[in-house]
């Protein structure tokens, strides 16, 4: 006990950094948003209007989500379970999408088939998922998005799924749009023509991540 008594509370460890830096065996890098091609960046004026609109949507959806929750489905609409990652890619983007089909037959064309279309992220729909259900769709979309082109279902579900995101955000939920923002970085700078539509959508997904989620640390990236 007398010591211990004499030992001091807090013992800082004099390390020398060099020493360790001749051992070290694994680099971590941490990869940021590529920044945009000349003339594909927003204003600072439309991402602010584009953050102004997703608020409201999410003020919306949460105020009235018991509402919509209530409501009866469709006799066609069958929501896969959570953890069904192909039944959920199939759902949202559709049959089409999900073969890399690019035409629609003559038949198909008479009359709309969400099946083969997908279905879209109704209120009805997005109001029955719980956040664990909603990580993990975001999750399927993102991993396929990851290999696959950037489609307006896509697009749509993406957009419909970050509305439903609960903050505090859970740490997977975190990295998987920090994942999202940086894959529409990158498919934004392989966009050779400049289909505006396109680039509209991949920047407002950026816009979203970076100033509306995760201001303290992507706010400073070129959107």
């Known amino acids: 006990r007398i010591e211990a008594a004499r030992c001091p509370d807090v013992v800082v460890a004099q390390i020398d950094p060099k020493k360790l830096r001749k051992k070290q065996t694994v680099n971590i890098s941490i990869s940021r948003c ?5 003339g594909y960046s927003p ?30 489905l469709d006799s066609n609409v069958t929501m896969p379970k959570s953890e069904d990652e192909e039944g959920w890619k199939k759902f949202c983007l559709g049959e089409r999408v999900y073969s890399e089909v690019d035409a629609l037959s003559d038949n198909e064309s008479l009359g709309i088939d969400y099946i083969k279309v997908g279905f879209p992220p109704l209120l009805s729909i997005v109001s029955r998922m719980n956040q664990a259900t909603v990580t993990s769709v975001l999750e399927y979309l993102i991993s396929w998005f990851g290999e696959k082109k950037f489609t307006p279902e896509l ?13 505090p955000l859970l740490p997977e939920a975190h990295s998987l749009i920090r994942q999202l923002a940086r894959r529409c970085s990158e498919v934004r700078v392989l966009e050779e023509n400049k289909n505006e539509e396109q ?7 950026i816009c979203l991540v970076s100033r509306y989620f995760d201001q303290r640390d992507l706010a400073d990236e070129p959107s």
Do not use: D
């Open 34 to 38: 590529q920044p945009a091609p000349e």
């Open 199 to 205: 680039i509209s959508a991949l920047n407002l997904i």
């Open 155 to 167: 697009g749509r579900w993406l957009y419909a799924l970050l509305a439903c995101l609960e903050k």
């Open 43 to 72: 204003t600072l004026k439309w991402q602010q209007q584009q953050v102004a609109n997703f608020s409201a949507v999410r003020q919306s959806l949460n105020k009235h989500r018991s509402h919509w929750r209530s409501q009866h």
